[in-house]
């Protein structure tokens, strides 16, 4: 069974940082895809940054270029998401999710319509 686990997120201040992780188990995250995804209340869930299956590539949304950097850690199954510069903007569930199409990130964005597994999401807040 896959299964995505996510974790680090929390409360901070407008400037700060946090760094969300992501781990897989019941699945080898070497063959997939990666992507980091966040729904912020009432508003429609987002793409915020992905990695294809060997980290090499990766790609960002406008809104978070320059400030989050998505890193793969195939020997640990894991999928980090380093958020600097944190805006209130970013309040949202973030939310970790992988594909069997392992260059599904290689040109662009991934859109997050045919992932194979999904976390269950982990609440950033930022706010003075």
């Known amino acids: 069974q896959l299964r995505l686990v996510e974790s680090g997120g929390g409360s901070v201040q407008p400037g700060g940082a946090l760094r969300l992780s992501c781990a897989a188990s019941g699945f080898a995250l070497v063959h997939y895809a990666v992507g980091w995804f966040r729904q912020a209340p009432g508003k429609e869930r987002e793409p915020v940054a992905c990695a294809v299956n060997t980290g090499s590539i990766t790609h960002y949304s406008d809104s978070v270029k320059g400030r989050f950097t998505i890193s793969k850690n195939n020997a640990r199954d894991t999928v980090d998401l380093q958020m600097n510069d944190l805006k209130s903007e970013d309040t949202a569930v973030y939310y970790c999710?992988?594909?069997?199409?392992?260059?599904?990130?290689?040109?662009?964005?991934?859109?997050?319509?045919?992932?194979?597994?999904w976390g269950k999401g982990t609440l950033v807040t930022v706010s003075s």
């Open positions: 999710a992988a594909v069997s199409d392992g260059l599904g990130c290689v040109h662009r964005l991934i859109s997050g319509d045919d992932m194979d597994a």
